[in-house]
C-alpha cells in the first residue's frame, strides 16, 4: 500500500519561511512527477509547483522567486520551501506524487493535506 505523507506546516507571520516535505512509502517501483497543490477556503484547488523525477520544475507564476520544489528520489521525497510568504498564500497545501506501485499501474496518489496559516 502506497502512501504519501506530509508535515511542515503552520502559523507564520507574513514575511516567513515555511518548508513542507512529503515522503512516500510502501511498495513503490517508481516516481514520475511529484508536486504541491494548495487549496484555500472557497476557491480551487491549484498547482503551486511540480518536479519531474529528472528535475523539470513547473512553478505558479504567484510563487515563482518566493518558493523553491526540490526532490530526492533517494527518499522519495518532495520539499516545498516557502519563503517571503503572503496572506493569500494561506491554505491547506497537498502533496501528489505520479507513482507506479509494484506490479500495477501508475496512479496519483495524494497527502492528507496540511495547513499553511500566514498571519500576524
Known amino acids: 500500500q502506497v502512501q504519501l505523507v506530509e508535515s511542515g506546516g503552520g502559523l507564520v507571520q507574513p514575511g516567513g519561511s515555511l518548508r513542507l516535505s512529503c515522503a512516500a512509502s510502501?511498495?513503490?517501483?517508481?516516481?514520475?512527477?511529484m508536486g504541491w497543490y494548495r487549496q484555500a477556503p472557497g476557491k480551487q484547488r491549484e498547482l503551486v509547483a511540480a518536479i519531474t523525477r529528472g528535475g523539470i520544475i513547473n512553478v505558479a507564476d504567484s510563487v515563482k522567486g518566493r518558493f523553491t520544489i526540490s526532490r530526492d528520489n533517494a527518499k522519495n521525497t518532495v520539499y516545498l520551501q516557502m519563503n517571503s510568504l503572503k496572506p493569500e498564500d494561506a491554505a491547506v497545501y497537498y502533496c501528489?506524487?505520479?507513482?507506479?506501485?509494484?506490479?500495477?499501474?501508475?496512479?496519483?496518489?495524494w497527502g492528507q493535506g496540511t495547513l499553511v496559516t500566514v498571519s500576524s
Open positions: 510502501g511498495s513503490i517501483f517508481s516516481i514520475r512527477a
Open positions: 501528489y506524487a505520479d507513482i507506479t506501485p509494484t506490479g500495477w499501474g501508475s496512479r496519483d496518489y
